[in-house]
């Protein structure tokens, strides 16, 4: 007996053909997959560079980011703490969500291209398209992290 596929395809996330676009900064391809907060960006298509500070005071600095609908940013994440930090973007729901499941898994691994773990005393990029308007956020799942406060918010202009 066969079981049916039951993997979860999130509703029209991939596009169809493979825009194998190398990047120098990246192994694999950029991801087309269109996430509620946008996709991954074009490494060439930059259109600003953001820098992003991380502390143990478990805040983000800036704590407010405001862009434009279509705009790739390019977001330069530091840690300037002791701990490990990261930035981790979606809506509030999503990252509410996802903290969660860090309190009840903290040795889970992830690694996707709308997040950035960053080491003590150490600098991540992480290259976003904004392809939706609206308000979202970006927090640090590391447990206690995002409880603690540890969050920003992004708004997306027309
Ligand atoms: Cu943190």
Known sequence: MFLAATFAIPVGARAHGEAKQEAKTRKSAISAEEKSVGREGDPGKVSRTIAVDMGDTLRFTPGEISVKRGETIR???KNSGKLMHEMV??????LKEHAQLMQKHPEMEHDEPYMAHVQPDKSADMIWQFTKAGEFYYGCLVPGHFEGGMIGKIIVRR
Not at 89 to 94: F, H, I, S, V
């Open 89 to 94: 973007l979606g809506t509030r729901a999503e």
């Open 75 to 77: 977001f330069v994440v």
